[in-house]
């Protein structure tokens, strides 16, 4: 087994699990406390997201594969567009929080320091490829939305909240499984467009992205295979995840040239930050911020609202929130948390919603005001830690 070094340093930190929230508190209650960290831009030494082409023989080197050469699809669904603007504009991020992550880990920020030369060498490599790989995820999405004189999303500047080794993996965990659920969301959407052409080629990333989120959880202490049939999420849902990500008017485009909604985040309050959940039925305690929210005016001061949960292939499970308290229009309130019954393990994806019944996880949109709030409930290795020492 090998990354002993970061284990133990992941071990030793685990207790810190709070501060690595991938939660999406919304303007303006819910960003991370504390100075705003350095905006980042993603280097362009190698031309990303334009490289020429002897850049791009480089990038598929180290990302030991190539772009497909087959020729883009005669025709596209104008409702699919949407699909590969996303998978542009999270790659993206990707990019930037990975080029970031290995820039740490390079120069030995402090946080980001192995003490074992090979583990740090053997972390980097890893970490060069992965980075190649989502540089060509990005590239991929908008080369077809530039065959079809689509909008292509470019860059933004970006923010993290991590400030060590353990909180960066376990976020990258986190937004993994996020992209796990999303990108289940694309393939339906290209299915029912007519796009069945494209559905290949993205299925081959979201497998990537399983292998990815595996070697993550390994490095966290947790089960490599999350769950039978991993969470589903919409699109949506990851786009307004993506906001906090972005330093705000930094992205050289309106985010209304793509056409998702952006809703406000649903702060989870139990377990730390809806990290380390425990295994058991409880009540989990959130809080939203609905301002400028119009949708919500309605109900404002009120509690005909429920908590919907997206987990594995489950149908939506909502529940109904109790013990609200407002302020304005913020509002904390407990909602129950159906863990044994529906074997919650792993992620999550919780949305405060107008309805409580749906027949499947798109429909949840038209009626939430506030997602996702994300849950983990972990199932732990011990075995592992052995290995460490
Ligand atoms: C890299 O280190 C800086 C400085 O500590 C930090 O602000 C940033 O979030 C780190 N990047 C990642 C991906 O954790
Ligand atoms: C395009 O997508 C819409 C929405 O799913 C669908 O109603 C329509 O039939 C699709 N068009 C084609 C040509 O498949």
Redesign the pocket.
């Known amino acids: 087994m090998y990354f002993p070094t970061v284990l133990s340093a992941v071990t030793a930190l685990a207790g810190l699990a709070a501060a690595a929230p991938f939660q999406h508190g919304g303007p303006p209650g819910g960003a991370p406390a504390g100075a705003a ?2 905006p980042f831009v993603i280097p362009t030494d190698d031309g990303f997201p334009n490289p020429s082409p002897d850049q791009l023989k480089v990038i598929q080197q180290i990302a030991d594969g190539t772009l497909s050469n087959a020729p883009p699809p005669a025709k596209i669904n104008e409702s699919s567009f949407p699909v590969f603007q996303l998978i542009a504009f999270n790659e993206q991020f990707e990019v930037a ?1 990975f080029s ?2 290995l820039q ?1 880990v390079t120069q030995n ?1 402090p ?2 320091t192995l003490p074992d030369p090979k583990k740090k060498d053997e972390l980097i490599d890893i970490l060069e490829t992965v980075l190649a790989q989502e540089k060509l995820h990005a590239i991929n999405a908008a080369k077809t939305l530039a065959n079809f004189n689509q909008f292509v999303p470019v860059p933004c500047k970006y923010q ?1 909240p ?2 060590n080794i353990y ?2 993996i376990a976020l990258a965990e986190r937004f993994t499984d996020l992209v796990l659920g999303t990108l289940q969301d694309g393939a339906q959407t290209l299915a029912r467009n007519g796009d069945a052409g494209a559905v290949r080629g993205l299925t081959s990333s979201l497998g990537q992205e399983g292998q990815q989120s595996g070697f993550y959880r390994i490095l966290l202490s947790k089960k490599p295979s999350e769950k039978p049939f991993l969470t589903t999420n919409v699109a949506a849902f990851a786009f307004s995840a993506l906001q906090q990500f972005i330093v705000p008017g930094s992205c050289p485009f309106p985010l209304s040239n793509i056409k998702l909604p952006i809703f406000p985040g649903v702060s989870v309050l139990s377990g730390q930050g809806g990290t380390n959940v425990e295994p058991r039925d409880q009540h989990l305690a959130f809080k939203v911020d609905l301002t400028g929210v119009s949708a919500a005016d309605a109900y404002i001061g009120k509690s005909n609202l429920w908590i919907t949960y997206f987990s594995g292939q489950l149908l939506p499970i909502s529940s109904p929130i109790v013990n609200v308290k407002w302020s304005g229009r913020v509002a904390t309130f407990e909602a129950e948390f159906p863990f044994t019954a529906n074997e919650m393990v792993g992620l999550s994806v919780a949305s405060l919603t107008t309805k409580g019944q749906f027949a499947n996880a798109p429909e949840v949109v038209a009626s939430t005001l506030a997602a996702p709030g994300l849950i983990q409930v972990d199932d732990r290795v011990k075995s592992w830690d052995g290995f460490k020492l």
């Open positions: 960290p350095t929080f970031s992550l740490n920020v946080g980001f993290f991590t400030s909180e960066a």
